[in-house]
Structure formats: C-alpha cells, structure tokens
T-cell receptor
Framework: KNEVEQSPQNLTAQEGEFITINCSYS?????LHWLQQHPGGGIVSLFM???GKKKHGRLIATINIQEKHSSLHITASHPRDSAVYIC?????????????FGKGTLLTVNP | DGGITQSPKYLFRKEGQNVTLSCEQN?????MYWYRQDPGQGLRLIYY???????QKGDIAEGYSVSREKKESFPLTVTSAQKNPTAFYLC??????????????FGPGTRLTVL
C-alpha cells in the first residue's frame, strides 16, 4: 500500500525565515505534486515533478527518486505563506493515475 | 472566469437524510473527482469520472452516489448509509484522467455537518 508521510505536521516561523517541508513516499512514483490549501479551504497546485528541482518565485521543490523523498522550500517567508501544504504522489492504478495525499503541514508565518 | 464552483459552502443536515452537493466546472475538463477531507487525514478519493455517463468508485465510495449527465456537472449525494458524513468535501477536475502530470483544479469545498 502506498503511503505518503509529511513532516513536520505543524511549523511556525518568523517572517523572513527559510522554510523546509518534507515528504516521503513508500512506492515508486510517476510524479510528485505539491499543493497549497488556504485557510478558507481552497486548494491550488504548486508543483508537479518527477526529478530534480523546480522553482517558482520564492518556492522551490526538489525530489530524490532513490531516497523516495521530496522537499518544499520557501525562501524569505511571509505571513501570506501561512497555509497547509500537501504533497501527493501520482501512481498508476491500472491505466489511470490516482493521487495519494499526505496529511499536510500547517505552516504559520508570524510578522 | 474559468473555474470550479461548489455549492453550498456550508451544509447542515439531520441524521438519516440524503443530501446532494453540487460541483460545476467551465474548464472543459473531461475528468472530475470528489474527495473527502477529515481533520488529521489526507484527502481521500470518493468517486471519479473520466467522461460523461461514466464514473468509478474511489477508495471510500460506500454511502455515496454520483452522476455525470453533463460534462460540466458532477453532483455527489451523501446518503443516509454513510456512517460518518460530517467532513469537508472537495470537487476537482483535470483535462483527462490518465497521466501523472494531469494537474487537478479544485473547487472551494463544501463543509457538511450532520446534526
């Protein structure tokens, strides 16, 4: 059974700090998704990656296929980054790909 | 504006009643999904649909039913058979189902509370 584990579960930071959220998965994946859930509940997709590193603004996502591990980094964190960050892996369930989600990391950035 | 809408945002129902959650998208996506989110747990897939008039059970389909009569709409009915219906329900859509890079677009969610 595929499992996706995130750490830490909760993270509190001061504005400007460098943030790292970790994600480990148990089964080989086709792609790893990082998602952001705002306090109101809406979810947006941040990254999809299967190797190396991707960068978008202050957000960086990396993945190590051999170690089955991915990290999401936020540089120069800001209070507006406060949200739940969720990783999910896309695995083939026959002919279709389904997402298995981690439980999320609640990030609070204080001014 | 293209997107996914869910209604209502908050829903209260009495135990033993069926209730239907609405999900509409104008993104012209073929695939649509329903997820359930509980505190301390990851999103779990209830049902998904690849095309009109076709849908498949996800990991936790018991006590739920869906229909897909139109490409834009994928309503979810929470029946009285669902033992623990109180949860946050999210609808999503993607261009197609197959492929690991199909980005899913999520609606704002409906919070269902059973009284």
């Amino acid at each position: 059974k595929n499992e996706v584990e995130q750490s830490p579960q909760n993270l509190t930071a001061q504005e400007g700090e460098f943030i790292t959220i970790n994600c480990s998965y148990s089964v080989g994946i086709s792609a790893l998704h990082w998602l952001q859930q705002h306090p109101g509940g809406g979810i947006v997709s941040l990254f999809m990656l299967s190797s190396g590193k991707k960068k978008h603004g202050r957000l960086i996502a990396t993945i190590n296929i051999q170690e089955k591990h991915s990290s999401l980094h936020i540089t120069a964190s800001h209070p507006r980054d406060s949200a739940v960050y969720i990783c999910a892996d896309a695995n083939s369930g026959g002919s279709n790909y389904k997402l298995t989600f981690g439980k999320g990391t609640l990030l609070t950035v204080n001014p | 504006d293209g997107g996914i809408t869910q209604s209502p945002k908050y829903l209260f129902r009495k135990e033993g009643q069926n209730v239907t959650l609405s999900c509409e998208q104008n993104l012209n996506h073929d695939a649509m999904y329903w997820y359930r989110q509980d505190p301390g747990q990851g999103l779990r897939l209830i049902y998904y649909s690849q095309i009109v008039n076709d849908f498949q059970k996800g990991d936790i389909a018991e006590g739920y039913s869906v229909s897909r009569e139109k490409k834009e709409s994928f309503p979810l009915t929470v029946t009285s058979a669902q033992k623990n219906p109180t949860a946050f329900y999210l609808c999503a859509s993607s261009i197609w189902l197959a492929g690991p890079y199909n980005e899913q677009f999520f609606g704002p969610g409906t919070r269902l509370t059973v009284l």
